[in-house]
Nanobody
Framework: QVQLVESGGGLVQAGGSLRLSCAASGRTFSSYDMGWFRQAPGKEREFVAGIRRVLGLTYYGDSVKGRFTISRDNAKNTVYLQMNSLKPEDTAVYYC??????????????????WGQGTQVTVSS
């Protein structure tokens, strides 16, 4: 089992940047595929980015491609989400998630086994 704690959210103006961090407990962080999701009020949870445990391969949701970058540091048990060129529509609670098993690409929330508590990102216009 793994516990996830997000940090780095806050208020930023449109066009600005933020970096979210997700710290994981446990000694087997490198064995998890990791992902970031977000959820705005009244909307479904949306896939943002994923990074596989194998080779650190990354993939993104269409709405953030080219602006956001996911990365991981297995030595620090941490996954990051660098968010650039932020837009008001990026405003949401951002969640970190971890998954076990052999799936190449995970874009659905039910494909992840563990979740953090979320961190609020607000982008003002």
């Amino acid at each position: 089992q793994v516990q996830l704690v997000e940090s780095g959210g806050g208020l930023v103006q449109a066009g600005g940047s933020l970096r979210l961090s997700c710290a994981a407990s446990g000694r087997t962080f490198s064995s998890y595929d990791m992902g970031w999701f977000r959820q705005a009020p009244g909307k479904e949870r949306e896939f943002v980015a994923g990074i596989r445990r194998v080779l650190g391969l990354t993939y993104y949701g269409d709405s953030v491609k080219g602006r956001f970058t996911i990365s991981r540091d297995n030595a620090k048990n941490t996954v990051y989400l660098q968010m650039n060129s932020l837009k008001p529509e990026d405003t949401a609670v951002y969640y970190c998630a971890a998954a076990t098993g052999r799936v190449a690409v995970r874009r659905a929330p039910d494909e992840y086994d563990y979740w953090g508590q979320g961190t609020q990102v607000t982008v003002s216009s």
